[in-house]
């Protein structure tokens, strides 16, 4: 159990509200991510962070912003919800940290976020 | 191309019975190699990473073949419980730990 917890886990929301989803950890782990999972599409990085306020884009990053204030909480920003970014939402970290960055190894996965854009 | 290829499945298999997967890539420069299992609305776990040499972990056997980029996933004597999705993920090192993940491949063990 990597200690990750998600908030809310699931959600209905309609198009155009802004809607934040929180990751928060208990292990003190420097680097969180936030992917979501389409069907037909692997799981796709949004953003991720490497510590308190570094924060850099992913592969989907288009409508969603990130903050990292403290260590243990990850927040994922839709400003202006839209119907195609219904999916769901997971936050992970990375468990083993070498010295010039995470390790690629071990990312470890929050229960994840139902999000329903209507 | 996708940069991670998996087939869908479903594989059907009784329990008992050895069952294969296997996944492509298609970044000669990717490093690190791993399989997740996702049971059907969850998040996905970590199985086991992938070893140039070859590793195994109980039931499981995992194998790389850089040369041909791809990896694969021995299951033998099938569980029930090995039901599940299994996502084949690769990562390039020194990129923040991005990783890439397939689309899964399907498991349905049956009695």
């Known amino acids: 159990d990597a200690g990750i917890t998600q908030s809310p886990r699931h959600k209905v929301t309609e198009t155009g509200t802004p809607v934040t989803l929180r990751c928060h950890q208990t292990e003190n782990h420097r680097y969180m991510y936030w992917y979501r999972q389409d069907p037909g599409h692997g799981l796709r990085l949004i953003h991720y962070s490497y510590g308190v306020k570094d924060t850099d884009k992913g592969e989907v990053s288009d409508g969603y912003s990130v903050s990292r204030s403290k260590t243990e909480d990850f927040l994922l920003t839709l400003e202006s919800a839209t119907s195609s970014q219904t999916s769901v939402y997971f936050c992970?970290?990375?468990?083993?940290?070498?010295?010039?960055?995470?390790?690629?190894?071990?990312?470890?996965f929050g229960p994840g976020t139902r999000l329903t854009v209507t | 191309r996708k940069e991670v290829e998996q087939d869908p499945g479903p594989f059907n298999v009784p329990e008992g019975a050895t069952v294969a997967f296997n996944c492509t890539y298609s970044?000669?420069?990717?490093?690190?190699f791993f399989w997740y299992r996702q049971d059907c609305r969850k998040e996905p776990k970590l199985l086991m990473s992938?070893?140039?040499s070859g590793n195994e972990d109980g039931r499981f056997t995992a194998q790389l073949n850089r040369a041909s980029q791809y990896i694969s996933l021995l299951i033998r004597d099938s569980k029930l419980s090995d039901s599940a999705t299994y996502l084949c993920?690769?990562?390039?090192?020194?990129?923040?730990?991005?990783?890439?993940f397939g689309t899964g491949t399907r498991l349905q063990v049956t009695l």
């Open positions: 970044n000669s420069a990717s490093q690190s």
């Open positions: 992970a970290i990375s468990a083993r940290e070498g010295l010039a960055g995470p390790s690629t190894y071990e990312q470890y």
């Open positions: 993920v690769v990562s390039l090192t020194g990129t923040a730990s991005k990783l890439t």
């Open positions: 992938v070893y140039s």
